[in-house]
């Protein structure tokens, strides 16, 4: 085999993506932690097996693609737990159908604050990061909210994608 320059760097390229993905695939233990609490809190739907594979995606590109997108994995994580943990109280309290959907509204208002807060303060450079940001905490939210209903999920969407709102209108589209 001949080795020229195109053959080293794409050989270089290579391991440079595999290193990327190898150190984006440590970050899955947290989702994985979740996807543990919410399979014995409340047991799994077939709404919940989607959410987790796309959780566990989301976290791997989002590590994979780095900079400020990796760095927004932990805040929509911490964001998502706090709509995750809001109807598995509510169900711990014996609350109606009804009400869980509330709690899980309000749980994604609480998230969605979390990340509003995170955005503003932090100054984040694109939309992009703010938008992956609440993706991924929808995402974490929904493993708890999956449970109630679909209704319980877009309550939890909606409200995390009202409150998140002012750090996508400020940070800058480009």
Same mark, same amino acid.
């Given at each position: 085999?001949?080795?020229?320059?195109?053959?080293?760097?794409?050989?270089?390229?290579?391991?440079?993506?595999?290193?990327?993905?190898?150190?984006?695939?440590?970050?899955?233990?947290?989702?994985?932690?979740?996807?543990?609490?919410?399979?014995?809190?409340?047991?799994?739907?077939?709404?919940?097996?989607?959410?987790?594979?796309?959780?566990?995606?989301?976290?791997?590109?989002?590590?994979?693609?780095? /900079?400020?997108?990796?760095?927004?994995?932990?805040?929509?994580?911490?964001?998502?737990?706090?709509?995750?943990?809001?109807?598995?109280? /509510?169900?711990?309290?014996?609350?109606?159908?009804?009400?869980?959907?509330?709690?899980?509204? %309000?749980?994604?208002? /609480? %998230?969605?604050?979390?990340?509003?807060?995170?955005?503003?303060?932090?100054?984040?450079?694109?939309?992009?990061?703010?938008?992956?940001?609440?993706?991924?905490?929808?995402?974490?939210?929904?493993?708890?909210?999956?449970?109630?209903?679909?209704?319980?999920?877009?309550?939890?969407?909606? /409200?995390?994608?009202?409150?998140? %709102?002012?750090?996508?209108?400020? %940070?800058?589209?480009?």
């Amino acid at each position: 085999m001949e080795w020229n320059d195109d053959v080293v760097r794409r050989r270089a390229r290579r391991a440079y993506e595999w290193g990327r993905l190898k150190h984006a695939a440590r970050r899955v233990w947290l989702p994985l932690v979740l996807v543990l609490v919410s399979e014995v809190a409340c047991g799994c739907t077939p709404v919940s097996y989607g959410v987790i594979v796309a959780l566990i995606v989301t976290t791997v590109v989002l590590g994979w693609r780095g /900079g400020d997108y990796e760095r927004a994995i932990a805040p929509a994580t911490i964001g998502g737990v706090i709509a995750f943990l809001a109807p598995l109280c /509510g169900t711990a309290a014996s609350l109606r159908p009804d009400a869980l959907i509330a709690v899980c509204f %309000a749980g994604g208002v /609480g %998230a969605g604050a979390l990340l509003a807060l995170w955005g503003v303060r932090r100054e984040v450079p694109l939309r992009g990061v703010v938008v992956a940001a609440v993706v991924h905490a929808t995402l974490v939210g929904a493993l708890g909210c999956a449970v109630v209903g679909v209704g319980a999920l877009l309550g939890m969407g909606a /409200g995390l994608f009202v409150a998140a %709102a002012p750090a996508w209108v400020r %940070a800058p589209a480009r």
